[in-house]
């Protein structure tokens, strides 16, 4: 049974830090690029930062370019999103997720493309 169990998240103020953790079990972990995406309320999910299987590719939405880092820790079966100078823009419930890269050696962005997906977790930003 796959699982992406997420932890981290919370509320901070606006300039603030948080990470967020996704540990990742019934799966090989390395087989997999990896994904954190955002969902606003009312708002469709959207792409946040991808990382390819090995952790050598990384992508980012613009709006978070320079202020978020996607890792991966491959032998602990663990991604991770570091966020800081943190907007209120930020607030979403952020939901890791993994798309079986068989064939992909540069991370997707697109929502369909990932297979597995975590339970979310709550980030809110304040002024």
């Known amino acids: 049974q796959v699982q992406l169990v997420q932890s981290g998240g919370g509320l901070v103020q606006a300039g603030g830090s948080l990470r967020l953790s996704c540990a990742a079990s019934?799966?090989?972990?390395?087989?997999?690029?990896m994904g954190w995406f955002r969902q606003a309320p009312g708002k469709k999910r959207e792409f946040v930062a991808a990382?390819?299987?090995?952790?050598?590719?990384?992508r980012y939405v613009d709006s978070v370019k320079g202020r978020f880092t996607i890792s991966r820790d491959n032998a602990v079966n663990t991604l991770y999103l570091q966020m800081s100078s943190l907007k209120p823009e930020d607030t979403a419930v952020y939901y890791c997720?993994?798309?079986?890269?068989?064939?992909?050696?540069?991370?997707?962005?697109?929502?369909?493309?990932?297979?597995?997906w975590g339970q979310g977790t709550q980030v809110t930003v304040s002024l």
């Open positions: 019934g799966l090989t972990f390395r087989m997999y690029n």
């Open positions: 997720a993994g798309d079986l890269a068989t064939f992909k050696s540069y991370p997707t962005s697109a929502v369909p493309e990932y297979d597995y």
């Open positions: 990382i390819s299987r090995s952790g050598g590719s990384t």
